[in-house]
């Protein structure tokens, strides 16, 4: 339990991440999800729709424009290069930062709980620094695309970059699953 709610508790805060900095950004976000496949719940509220899907692997804030070419001064292929790094990056950076504060915190007030929340929170700061689309690490190098193809062409073999790498990391992390329980339990 302490792991669901570690993993929940971790994949929200990075997704918050990045709604934040892409708000700060003025890129507009279409959509925030907790999980992935069809919604269970889903309300609209300003604009933007938050969801929560059965298979909690993860999230996502989908962005305006984001693997698609549009003229909306709001969209993210329009905004410059640093902005868009800032907003992929919010998340990771939003994880290591939680996990670094949970680490003292659980280290000042010897709390185990709080200690394997930072050890998880770092974790996947880290696995979701490394540049394999579509972790956020790949982001700066493959809106790098774009300057190099331009954006017509670039977008959409970002898209497909991107759907074999979502397949690729899927299959990774369901494979993991019992590999994570395991550590878990042993850890007991």
């Known amino acids: 339990m302490i792991f669901i709610v570690s993993l929940l508790l971790i994949i929200i805060m990075h997704e918050l991440g990045h709604f934040v900095v892409a708000r700060y950004c003025k890129c507009k976000v279409e959509v925030v999800s907790l999980g992935f496949g069809r919604p269970l719940i889903k309300k609209k509220i300003k604009g933007v729709i938050y969801q ?7 999230g996502y804030c989908k962005l305006k424009g984001e693997n698609a070419q549009t003229r909306s001064k709001y969209a993210f292929c329009n905004l410059r290069y640093i902005k868009k790094v ?5 998340g990771v950076f939003t994880n290591f930062i939680i996990g670094v504060i949970a680490l003292v915190l659980g280290k000042i007030f010897n709390n185990v709980i709080l200690i394997y929340f930072a050890g998880l929170s770092i974790l996947m700061a880290a696995i979701n620094s490394l540049p394999i689309p579509p972790l956020d690490g790949s982001y700066p190098f493959i809106v790098l695309l774009e300057k190099v193809l331009g954006k017509k062409r670039a977008y959409a073999k970002i898209e497909a970059i ?20 395991w550590l878990f339990m042993k850890g007991r």
């Open 52 to 58: 929560i899907c059965p298979i909690i692997l993860g």
């Open 86 to 90: 800032l907003i992929v990056i919010a």
């Open 162 to 181: 991107n759907k074999i790498g979502f397949i690729i990391i899927m299959i990774l992390n369901i494979l993991c699953i019992p590999i994570v329980i």
